[in-house]
């Protein structure tokens, strides 16, 4: 079955106009999903819409509030609301141009595949792709998609582009608050050496498919191992083998070389050694 377009527009800059449609580029993990269960009789419970006073309700009673001041609410029908304008419901007006280093990376919330919506779109898709990848920037712009406005940008990513959406200034929290009380002090230097070395000794390419999820692993374990002891309760062993927490103070030089050391290198690895003046040969005696 064909990936369904989360969004169906066109992306404008200036006079010229593309139709394009947008995919989500990411999805839900393998997360492990829990239901309360009525233990007696081992049926799932169910919820219902209850309002106080009056009981369960049906759904084609109930609408939307927005709460104006305590227990006041303005009731707005659905029709309503899809009928709010916005001059970029479907379309995305590209505004702006910025570098990408420029973009905290604390703004950016979800990706998004772009691609041309039909043939005749592509050549003016492939025009505007590469003219962002010469020019290293990014096109910004708002965009209205499900319910409410993002300000969005947009970058090549191989034969497409990607689309992510971004957090507004308000709903950032401001660094400074929470950073304050870090001393503003220089490391020290050989300890400094030390950890470069072992990020150097550690550096890889990245690779996301050497990463998973222990926790859902360990979960899904639980359950099949549950399920092997009908219902029986399942405990996990104690394990022994790590390392107790107390209130010693580690010792910070000791641990970076030791983690060199597991890393199969040294400190002395940060630069060449230093190599010793040739010695001279004997000079030969006269005859």
């Avoid at 377009?5 to 999903?33: F, M, N």
């Avoid at 290293?136 to 970058?155: C, D, H, I, P, T």
């Avoid at 580690?250 to 630069?271: F, H, I, R, W, Y």
Wanted: hydrophobic share 40%.
């Amino acid at each position: 079955m064909a990936a369904r377009a989360y969004w169906q527009g066109q992306i404008r800059l200036a006079l010229v106009s593309i139709p394009v449609e947008i995919y989500s580029a990411t999805k839900s993990g393998a997360a492990v999903a829990f239901k309360q269960i009525h233990e007696p009789t081992g049926k799932p419970i169910h919820y219902e819409k209850i309002v106080t006073g009056v009981g369960p309700v049906d759904t084609d009673e109930i609408m939307k509030g927005y709460e104006v001041s305590k227990g006041e609410f303005v009731l707005l029908e659905q029709d309503e609301i899809d009928a709010v304008k916005l001059e970029s419901k479907k379309t995305l007006e590209l505004t702006q141009f910025v570098d990408a280093s420029e973009i905290d990376v604390l703004y950016y919330e979800k990706p998004y595949f772009v691609v041309p919506a039909d043939d005749l779109a592509e050549e003016a898709f492939i025009v505007l792709r590469e003219a962002l990848r010469r020019t290293k920037k990014v096109g910004l712009g708002q965009l209205a998609m499900r319910g409410r406005e993002y300000v969005v940008s947009l970058k090549p990513c191989g034969r497409g582009m990607v689309l992510e959406t971004l957090r507004y200034a308000d709903e950032v929290n401001k660094a400074q608050s929470y950073f304050r009380e870090i001393p503003d002090q220089k490391p020290d230097a050989e300890l400094l050496d030390l950890a470069e070395a072992l990020i150097d000794k550690k550096t890889a390419t990245f690779d996301p498919q050497e990463f998973h999820d222990r926790y859902v692993d360990a979960l899904k374990d639980l359950v099949e191992r549950k399920r092997k002891a009908k219902g029986g309760k399942v405990i996990e062993a104690a394990d022994d083998s790590g390392t107790k927490s107390g209130s010693n103070v580690v010792d910070l030089m000791a641990a970076l070389k030791k983690s060199m050391e597991k890393s199969g290198g040294t400190a002395a690895q940060k630069a060449p050694a230093k190599k010793a003046p040739a010695k001279r040969a004997p000079a030969k005696k006269r005859a």
